[in-house]
């Protein structure tokens, strides 16, 4: 099944937010890391957290450590993860951190705007986004504080609640698991917890629909350590599903409800940039 790049990039100019036509432009054009980095800006707050709906199903202004995430993951991509920067976001984390030393899932604040109604605060800390911020900070070498508490809240949750972890929680865990350096106990935890992914977690079966977490969720790029999990012929049989899942209007879909007209078409640009990437990173675009 091919893709069609072309459908896909005027549907990110219809129709996506600028943030993300910034991002499209950076991978599949030639658009410079810098200004996928200014229009990201746009998404920070005065106390260096980020909210504004950058996680599109939050529609208020608060900082939010979801959102935080949302952050590094575009640092990532185009290798921005400038050292003073990250800093003064890890300062905002650990002002909301719990005790435990983690941070929770969403603040309290999250009811100055509009929400999905998913996103409920209790007040605990939760491996997801926790561990996934963290993996993001070991993988760029970033010292901070609140990096060591954090990792001491992970391991500890980890096995706490090794049995409460879900779908979500699995892929922020293996951010963590990829690239804290306590490698033989992250090994470890790997092997534990990729059973549990195989056995409970992922959807196998390529036509499945619904919120479900395929295999490329876990593996998003061949050189991940959850590529570990799934023999080539899964993985090839999830990339032409993915591919073929490309609708008329260039874009792809979305599988949950989210809380406004707006939200659906900035995920659908922000999913639409997720699907080309991880069929770009198998070699899939031919590119």
Same mark, same amino acid.
């Given at each position: 099944?091919?893709?069609?790049?072309?459908?896909?990039?005027?549907?990110?100019?219809?129709?996506?937010?600028?943030?993300? #036509?910034? #991002? &499209?432009?950076?991978? *599949?054009?030639?658009?410079?890391?810098?200004?996928?980095?200014?229009?990201?800006?746009?998404?920070?707050?005065?106390?260096?957290? &980020?909210?504004?709906?950058?996680? !599109? /199903?939050?529609?208020? #202004?608060?900082?939010? !450590?979801? !959102?935080?995430?949302?952050?590094?993951?575009?640092? /990532?991509?185009?290798?921005? &993860?400038?050292?003073? *920067?990250?800093a003064t976001a890890c300062d905002w984390l650990a002002s909301v951190s719990t005790e435990e030393g983690g941070v929770p899932f969403v603040l309290e604040t999250v009811e100055d705007g509009p929400h999905a109604p998913w996103w409920e605060p209790t007040g605990k800390a939760y491996l997801n986004p926790t561990a996934g911020i963290a993996g993001l900070l070991y993988k760029h070498q970033i010292e901070h504080p609140w990096l060591e508490q954090a990792t001491a809240f992970c391991w500890a949750a980890l096995e706490r609640d090794f049995e409460e972890i879900g779908q979500d929680d699995a892929i922020s865990i293996l951010e963590f698991l990829e690239h804290v350096p306590d490698r033989d106990r992250a090994e470890a935890m790997f092997v534990r917890l990729g059973r549990r992914i195989v056995d409970e977690l992922v959807a196998l079966d390529p036509a499945a629909s619904g919120y479900v977490k395929s295999p490329l969720d876990y593996a998003p790029h061949p050189d991940r350590l959850g590529r570990r999990l799934f023999d080539d012929a899964t993985i090839d049989a999830h990339l032409d599903a993915l591919a073929a899942k490309q609708e008329p209007d260039g874009a792809w879909p979305i599988t949950w409800e989210p809380p406004s007209a707006a939200a659906v078409h900035e995920w659908r640009g922000f999913w639409t940039i997720g699907a080309l990437t991880r069929l770009d990173d198998y070699g899939r675009l031919g590119r």
């Open positions: 099944m091919s893709v069609d790049l072309a459908a896909a990039e005027q549907f990110i100019l219809r129709e996506a937010r600028l943030l993300d #036509r910034r #991002r &499209f432009e950076h991978r *599949f054009g030639n658009g410079s890391g810098g200004a996928v980095l200014a229009a990201l800006l746009a998404y920070r707050n005065d106390d260096c957290g &980020f909210g504004n709906a950058l996680e !599109p /199903d939050l529609r208020g #202004r608060s900082s939010q !450590p979801v !959102p935080l995430e949302h952050a590094l993951r575009i640092l /990532d991509e185009i290798d921005g &993860f400038d050292p003073d *920067f990250v």
